[in-house]
């Protein structure tokens, strides 16, 4: 048999590792090709010791031989709960080079957002999105790529890195398309679950490519390596030994092959049978006896550096272990000279500051298991003191903090009551949750219980509502929680309870806290979250609630937020009722100060939340003041925008900012704003009504441009079918699915999903026709079939919009009485809706109208002005149309 050997002696971790090398060759040859070169991600997947890191190694020394600028981090078994540790060492030295102003002007926008969580910059007043922080991490690597190209990332250990950085790295990878970076990835098979697994998933699946499995050396590698080692003269049977008993782990034959050195071990078949008690010394229970054989001082330090993880300094251990500095020094040399300690790789990149590391992770490990259990919890509460005591901030201690044994300690809790604040305000809700979870079991005092209750559940309202309900019931439940805070309480409450399509008992919940408070702002600020919530449940109102909202409503001047907030609600309980759309206007108008959002109730001030002011929009988008809902759209989105809000809230901006323009007319814009919203609400999850918002949004503005093929491609690649939320959508889903069938041909159906519109809308007790537009469709539906019906439906979509009064409204419902008439009668009902949609902010309706006129009346120029708006608003459906009747010329004049 050949010996397999490298070209020359090498680290034993890189023998049998060509095929690797080659191909971390090549991306480093694609990414230095070209600026515009396409990103690549590698993963290096195999178990402890197999040769991860001296691959990371090895493409660093390629790639720095190329030109490359090469950033490293590595994740940390005892280091998992703190939140952006890998990112925070990937790319915080190059960014604490630059002076604060340089910083600021290669993120730009981004530098407030993601700054914080890379710990460059102090957070703002308000809570991070966690989602637009991911969003900012994203940027800011691609502009920092942009100065520094060609970029190499390396990240090793990463089933150890905590989850911040892992949904970090996921939604990287699957943008490395467009991003000239090269990212190697180094990680376990196993060791992780939940969360963390399905994130390492998507960073696999986005290789594009099989994952690179690490296999162990095979007998000649190990042969060929262990006379590298001891000499040609080791004879084949100890070689085999040496193979059969460290299983081919390149680490742990390396070690082997390094005591067997120490020890001056003959390397021949007669002291072949010595191997496996050194290879035991080298591992688990015996590195520990090893340990313990250096004395007390050294296990006392290695202990103390295990429980750092990072960051190991002599003088830290020195205070962790409380022994004198001369004799830490001491314990660090034998530690080095025993291969448990050693210096950090400086060439290697930067690394965590600390003078000593383990010389392996299997090691730490080791060392960390070994440590008796009181006295490790223990050791973890001193660490957090130690830490605090040095300036770094109760986040930085808060990993220690959350080992400690639960002992009735009030400093515990507030240290990690603090220490959630500050997670919160990076951008880090999963680690605020541990905290405040772990401050639960210490327990609170009887007065502040409920407080960390309160706490708890605003950090896991977006991510856990199920668990935040309970939460939240059992703090309002205890003493500590009064007034204003109390009223808060109750509303997130109510909000959780909607996130877990539980509408109607966040309904009772505000309705029965309502009931407890004197007449007052309280009173009142519950009274309009019962509205609220009231007002977007799809399915059902209760008797006689529009009738005392509008009592309520009548004596409100708007002189606080709770009275605007009821305005609003008016108004919306109007639009959805086709009331006069005047008075609609009026009250809206009314909630505002100047013609603008008053303080405390904008689009990222929490005390109200978003429902409230998408109603406002959409109630002035459906009373034709289309100019008020982009502008309050509009300002949606510049403020999550900035924010860095860039979950759900971005989505629903996006959403409604697409209804504006699809009211307007600009399908164009429409088409792709609900695109990038539908995108967003992916991200957040299915089955949200923000999900349903885009979705049925883009079916709608696809339906109106022709594209009728696309919009059931879309509506079948996203679910857009019942069962549909139970809370309200706009557009209405119903009516666009119907119309969405009709389309298709599949009328039957598309009668069905119509009619079953209408018997949302009783009830509802009424409906707008302009909200929920089924009466027009049914109506031409059943022109055929049932033509006396399809009459009545006619009239009496007539009826509701001269009522609403809306030039759209009264115009769209004569364009349906014309599409049922002939002759002379539909030529002037076609006329007439021409009329008012001429007047209408709606273009798209008008160009259909003045199409539908210029056919009837066989009018070329009326033909013409339909096709030139058609082309302006993007109506290809409508442009087709028209082009076809003009260009047969039959009967036109």
Partial sequence: MTEVRPTAVASASLWERDMEVAAIVRAVDILCADRSSP????????????????????????????????????????????????????????????????????????????????????????????????????????????????????????????????????????????????VVVARRPGEVSGESARLLDTVAEAVGGPVTNLSALTPDAVAGLTRASLGPHADAPFCREVWAVTGGNPYETNELLVKVQDSELEPAESSAGELRALNRSARGGGLVARLEQ???????????????????????????????????????ELLRSARILTEPDRAAGPTEEGDLQFLHPLIGSAVYNSIPDALRTAMHGIAAQVVTDSGLGAAAAARHLLQVHPDDDEELVEQLREAAREHLAVGAPDAARRCLERALLEP??????????????????????????????????????????????????????????????????????????????????????????????????????????????????????????????????????????EEVVEFGDRALVNGRLAPGLGWTDSEWGIELLMMLGSSYACADRLDRAESLFA????????????GGHLALANAFLGLAYRRQGRLRDAETILR?????????????????????????TLLARGH???????????????????TIVLPDTRSVRGRLLLATGRTKDGINELEAAEKAAEARGG??????PWTVDLARALA?????????????????????????????????????????????????????LESSPCQYEHAAARVEYGIAARSVADLNRGLALARSCGADGLVTQAREVLETGRGLR
């Fill in 39 to 182: 990103g690549s991600l590698l993963v290096l997947r195999g178990e402890a010791g197999l040769g991860k890191t001296a691959l990371l190694a090895e493409t660093r020394r390629i790639a720095e031989a190329r030109g490359c600028t090469v950033w490293s981090a590595r994740g940390g078994e005892t280091l998992r709960s703190v939140p952006f540790n890998v990112v925070r060492q990937l790319l915080q030295p190059a960014l604490v080079s630059l002076l604060p102003e340089e910083a600021r002007e290669y993120l730009g926008d981004w530098y407030d957002i993601a700054g914080p969580a890379l710990g460059i910059t102090d957070p703002g007043e308000r809570r991070a999105d966690p989602q637009g922080v991911c969003d900012g991490l994203v940027a800011a690597v691609r502009r920092l790529a942009e100065r520094d190209w060609p970029l190499v990332l390396l990240v090793d250990d990463a089933h150890w890195a905590d989850q911040e950085t892992l949904r970090w790295l996921s939604a990287f990878a699957e943008r490395l398309d467009d991003l000239s970076v090269l």
């Fill in 294 to 332: 250096l004395g007390i001082d050294a296990t006392r330090f290695a202990w103390a550096a295990a429980i750092l993880g990072t960051g190991i300094s002599v003088d830290l251990v020195a205070r962790l272990a409380t022994m004198r500095r001369d004799d830490a020094v001491r314990c660090a």
């Fill in 444 to 581: 609170p005092r009887p007065e502040v219980h409920a407080r960390v209750l309160y706490e708890l559940g605003c950090a896991t309202l977006l991510t856990a509502p199920a668990r935040t309900i309970g939460h939240l019931r059992t703090a309002l439940g205890m003493p500590g929680l009064g007034g204003a805070e109390r009223v808060d309480a109750v509303f997130r409450l109510s909000q959780a309870l909607l996130h877990n399509d539980q509408l109607e008992e966040a309904v009772r919940t505000v309705e029965a806290e309502a009931a407890r408070h004197r007449a007052g702002p309280s009173r009142m600020r519950l009274q309009a979250v019962q509205y609220m919530w009231e007002g977007i449940h799809g399915e059902t109102t209760s008797p006689g609630r529009t009738e005392r909202l509008a009592e309520l409503a009548r004596s409100c001047t708007g002189r606080d937020n709770s009275e605007r907030a009821l305005l609003i609600l008016r108004a919306f309980d109007a639009m959805a009722h086709g009331e006069n759309a």
């Fill in 635 to 646: 300002e949606a989105l510049r403020a999550y925008t900035v924010a860095g809000w860039s």
């Fill in 676 to 700: 990038e919203s539908l995108r967003l609400a992916e991200r957040v999850g299915r089955g949200l009504p923000l999900y349903w918002s885009a979705t049925c949004g883009l079916v709608d």
């Fill in 708 to 726: 009728v093929e696309e919009a059931w491609s879309v509506a079948e690649r996203y679910g857009f079918a019942p069962p549909y939320p139970s």
């Fill in 767 to 772: 409906h707008n026709p302009v909200l929920a």
């Fill in 784 to 836: 055929v079939e049932d033509p006396a019906r399809a009459a009545r439906l006619a009239a009496d979509a007539r009826r509701q919009a001269e009522r609403f009064g809306t030039d759209t409204a009264i115009g769209e419902a004569l364009r349906c009485a014309a599409a049922l008439e002939t002759g002379q009668r539909a030529v002037r009902l076609a006329g007439q809706a021409v009329a008012y």
